[in-house]
């Protein structure tokens, strides 16, 4: 076989790794040519890109998008808006990609590579870990964080059911609370852009902590991201009596809904209408046919509340020398 390691850029690479995201089961939305190319414009600025594939001929078996600090190697990406990260490699080609990975960068002078937001069915921890192993490198991985995610069933009262008796009755609670205190729609707004608007407005009104979260340059990435990965997004408003009380910014990409944020009006708190934008959420993606509905990292406690089982997520660190 003939491998090799390319050096590429977002425009040379981005058909080919497009296509390998819709082959590999471990594929994010956060590894898209799209979403890390909007990263990259909005975050890289005084980094260095490493943005590579390997190729058998001029076929390409995976894509490393990585970053370089000196002599270190990273994922492109943060974990603070890339939830997930990983490697893109064709299935049943894993051996030939990272051993032909591993070979080229330590050639090239690259010492360790740093590996952070790793799903335990990534690329890293079911192929690359092993085979550094056997290579005889120095590799440890330690759980880091949680994600929660919910496989969904066909109906909605399969879902319910699958909740503790408290957690359903609560549910159905709250519910008929929120729809005592007008007509309640739920829906995707036509106009992303004034859901946009709505959402950044009502974000930084939540909590301090999320007002700071969302600078102008956290706010031009989520505008850029929105109208990148505009066919996978949705922007869920909850209105009572037509008045916009919450939003829901979540994306379906690939039979799963990532629930990527949220926000409320405060004034309507004591209806629970965070939460039950969330609860609406579900439903929409159950009735839509989803396999699995994504809360995304963090252990908030409405994410197990509303059926949601913890997935651990590990930093990876291989010495490479």
């Known amino acids: 076989m003939n491998y090799s390691l390319t050096r590429e850029t977002f425009v040379s690479l981005a058909p080919a790794w497009s296509e390998l995201c819709l082959r590999t ?10 979403w890390l190319d ?3 414009q909005q975050f890289g600025k005084g980094r260095e890109w490493y943005l ?3 190729r058998d001929g001029d076929a390409v078996i995976g894509v490393a998008p990585l970053l370089l600090k000196g002599n270190r190697a990273s994922f492109m990406g943060s974990p603070d808006v890339c939830d997930y990260l990983d ?4 299935p049943e080609r894993e051996a030939d990609f990272f051993n032909t990975l591993l070979t080229s960068l330590a050639e090239s002078g690259i010492v360790s590579l740093d590996l952070l937001s790793l799903r335990p069915d990534s690329t890293v921890l079911t192929s690359l870990a092993g085979i550094a192993r056997e290579r005889g490198l120095a590799i440890s991985c330690e759980p880091h964080d949680v994600s929660l995610e919910l496989d969904l069933p066909a109906t909605w009262d399969e879902y319910l059911e699958m909740l503790s008796a408290k957690q359903r009755h609560e549910v159905r609670r709250k519910l008929r609370r929120l729809r005592e205190a007008g007509e309640i729609d739920y829906d995707v707004e036509e106009d992303p852009r004034e859901s946009m608007e709505f959402f950044l407005r009502l974000f930084r009104a939540n909590r301090e902590d999320k007002a700071a979260f969302m600078t102008a340059q956290m706010e031009s990435f989520f ?3 929105a109208e990148a990965m505009a066919d996978v997004l ?3 408003v ?3 009596d037509t008045l916009p009380v919450a939003v829901v910014m979540c994306f379906d990409y690939r039979d799963v809904v990532y629930l990527y944020n949220s926000a409320y009006n405060p004034r309507y708190a004591s209806l629970s209408v965070g939460v039950l934008s969330k609860v609406f959420c579900i439903q929409n993606s159950i009735q839509r046919g989803r396999k699995r509905f994504d809360f995304l990292k963090g252990a908030e ?3 197990y509340r509303l059926g949601g089982k913890e997935i651990p997520l590990y930093d990876c660190r291989i010495a490479l020398c």
């Open 52 to 54: 590579c594939a390997v």
């Open 25 to 34: 089961t471990a594929d994010s939305l956060f590894v898209t040519p799209r």
């Open 238 to 240: 909850l209105k009572i």
């Open 234 to 236: 949705r922007l869920e």
């Open 301 to 303: 406690v409405y994410k």
């Open 87 to 90: 490697f893109v490699v064709a």
């Open 38 to 40: 909007i990263w990259w």
């Open 223 to 225: 505008r850029s991201i």
